[in-house]
């Protein structure tokens, strides 16, 4: 267990809907950082947050928005879902500033019909 | 730009064998790089990382990684394959100061 959380495991929408990811880092990591895989697009860095703020942007499409509470936990909103959506969604944290070893969550695996 | 390589999508041991996982590596300036391992239905565990020092880095579960600069190389290896190694492998490399950037993965397999 990395000690990463994430809600809920799997999620079933439609097409043209919106949902949230929810992720809570580990205890005392100040970054939190968003990916995506896919079998055509393996592993992808979408967005990290460092202490509430964004640090970095990846391939996040403009349909997904992410963002970090005072609590650090953090949120990945995806709107109007196509299929191309469907895929798993990992969080992960960091103590630091993304220098070293990233902690991972069980992930959310997304389904779009 | 960073990038990390893994030349087989899959790699079979038997049991008890040697094994290892390739990764070749083209970054600018020092690379970071690591290695993860995917169980099915399962997030993403850090198994080992490169940062600078000894060439060879000992991990988790009695992996080891050789980080070779005039290869460009840094293949996971372990002495003896359990079948609980059974599962995906990803080599990354870090770039900038945040993202992971991620190999395709190298999937193994473990024979009784």
């Known amino acids: 267990d990395s000690g990463v959380t994430q809600t809920p495991k799997h999620l079933i929408t439609a097409t043209g809907q919106r949902v949230t990811l929810r992720c809570s880092p580990r205890?005392?990591?100040?970054?939190v950082y968003w990916y995506q895989q896919s079998l055509d697009q393996g592993l992808q860095f979408l967005i990290q947050?460092?202490?509430?703020?964004?640090?970095a942007k990846g391939n996040i499409l403009e349909r997904f928005s992410a963002q970090q509470f005072p609590d650090l936990h953090s949120e990945l909103n995806l709107s109007s879902l196509e299929l191309g959506d469907s895929a798993l969604y990992f969080c992960?944290?960091?103590?630091?500033?993304?220098?070293?070893?990233?902690?991972f969550g069980p992930g959310t695996r997304l389904t779009v019909t | 730009a960073q990038s990390v390589a893994q030349p087989e999508d899959q790699v079979n041991v038997a049991e008890g064998n040697p094994l290892t996982v390739k990764c070749t590596y083209s970054?600018?300036?020092?690379?970071?790089l690591f290695w993860y391992v995917q169980y099915p239905n399962r997030g993403l565990q850090f198994l080992l990382k490169?940062?600078?020092?000894?060439?060879l880095v000992k991990g988790s579960y009695g992996f080891e990684a050789e980080f070779n600069k005039s290869q460009t190389s840094f293949h996971l290896k372990k002495p003896s394959a359990l079948v609980s190694d059974s599962a995906l492998y990803f080599c990354?490399?870090?770039?900038?100061?945040?993202?992971?950037?991620f190999g395709t993965g190298t999937r193994l397999l473990v024979s009784p």
């Open positions: 947050y460092y202490n509430g703020e964004e640090r």
């Open positions: 205890s005392g990591d100040l970054s």
């Open positions: 990354a490399v870090r770039k900038g100061f945040q993202k992971l950037v």
């Open positions: 992960a944290s960091s103590g630091d500033d993304g220098l070293y070893e990233q902690y």
């Open positions: 490169y940062i600078t020092g000894d060439n």
């Open positions: 970054v600018s300036g020092n690379p970071y």
